[in-house]
């Protein structure tokens, strides 16, 4: 299978603080035979690396020093879908709990760590387009 990754799970430093979140099992898909697509949507969308910590509240996206980030937030999502797209992937696993990547639970937009049901704005997209969303949790299902 062709699968669109996060970067930041492979290793790459492209999360908002610089850094990356390497994965073993996210790296293993690899040696299975999965042909891996990086990508940060954040970039996709003009933000710098590294940028300043953002969460998502409803449908906006907020960086913790006040800036309403959700345009760079919806343009890096619609270019990974297109990357999707162009690519004739299969499936995406995405980082979790991020306000771009996370499906399932988000950080709630207070900066306290505090989670809350929801999708990050890449995440909602694909699974609106019928996309199969994984997070690096749930690489045993793939």
């Keep these: 299978m062709r699968i669109l990754i996060s970067a930041c799970l492979l290793g790459l430093c492209c999360r908002y603080d610089g850094k990356s979140k390497a994965k073993p099992q996210v790296l293993a898909l690899r040696e299975r035979g999965h042909e891996l697509i990086p990508v940060c949507p954040e970039q996709l969308g003009g ?45 995406a696993v995405l980082k979790a709990r991020s306000p771009m990547c996370g499906k399932g639970q988000i950080c709630d937009g207070t900066f306290s760590g505090k989670l809350t049901p929801g999708h990050g704005v890449l995440a909602e997209l694909l699974l609106k387009n019928g996309v199969a969303v994984y997070t690096e949790e749930e690489i045993d299902r793939i």
Aim: glycine content about 6%; hydrophobic content about 35%; aromatic content about 4%.
């Design 47 to 91: 933000l710098p690396t590294p940028r300043t910590a953002s969460e998502r509240t409803g449908d906006r996206v907020m960086s913790v020093d006040g800036l309403d980030r959700t345009a760079a937030y919806r343009l890096g999502a619609d270019q990974a879908a297109l990357a999707y797209d162009l690519l004739s992937c299969d499936c």
